[in-house]
């Protein structure tokens, strides 16, 4: 699916965030505390915003960005500074890395694309040093307000019609919006953290709190 929409995924994320992805993407990197010469990973890395982003924010920084999909990568790679990334296929059930590795682990749009959360939050927490941090960017289930009907409705039905405008694949866009309107809590995204391991955890959500940002540290001993 993935694969399917790698060359129109940017502009579509762009759309569905109404033009605040570029904003999120900061803050996700901000939300790890960069250190001079951190050695990064991210994780579900696409296109590879948020290893981009952590590239430009830490000069001198070692970036890694890993995907299932080959087409992502590929994409990655031909974008402006690829070549100073290092770019790998592989699962984030099964990270291809030593224990105690990384500094900072990075994701966007991951845990809802994973079948198992738990194992996929203990890899990061193994391959993170001592100390390191962990951010994750995802969509969040509209809070019962008075925002929820109008939400859902965005999600349920104005985006799988954007992407059959821009992508020509309506049906990923289904799957996406499907998967984000059943997905956990933020509450319940950060207490899987906490019981990965993950200390200092905590959020911030936007758009209505559709959006949310968790960040988490792996204890420093």
């Known amino acids: 699916m993935f694969d399917n929409i790698a060359d129109r995924y940017d502009l579509m994320n762009l759309v569905m965030t109404w033009g605040q992805e570029p904003r999120f993407i900061r803050d996700t990197i901000d939300a790890v505390k960069l250190g001079p010469t951190p050695k990064v990973l991210d994780i579900a890395t696409g296109t590879g915003d948020l290893a981009f ?29 690829g070549r100073n990334i290092h770019w790998a296929t592989g699962d984030a059930m099964d990270l291809p890395y030593a224990d105690n590795t990384f500094d900072a682990v990075t994701h966007g749009y991951l845990l809802r694309n994973v079948t198992d959360i738990a194992k996929t939050l ?25 925002v929820k009907p109008f939400s859902t409705a965005y999600i349920k039905y104005v985006v799988p019609r954007l992407a059959n405008t821009i992508t020509q ?30 200390v200092a955890t905590g959020y911030r959500t936007y758009m209505f709190g559709t959006m949310a940002i968790h960040w988490a540290q792996k204890p420093a001993d």
């Open 53 to 81: 982003e952590a590239a430009n924010q830490r000069y001198g920084a070692e970036v890694h960005g890993l995907d299932i999909s080959t087409q992502m990568l590929d994409v990655a790679r031909l974008r402006p500074g």
């Open 122 to 146: 203990e890899e990061q927490f193994r391959v993170l040093k001592p100390g390191g941090m962990m951010a994750s960017l995802e969509m969040s289930p509209a809070p019962r307000n008075v």
């Open 169 to 198: 694949n309506p049906d990923a866009y289904e799957y996406l919006s499907r998967t984000s309107r059943a997905f956990h809590t933020a509450d319940r995204i950060e207490a899987m953290m906490q019981e990965a391991g993950f």
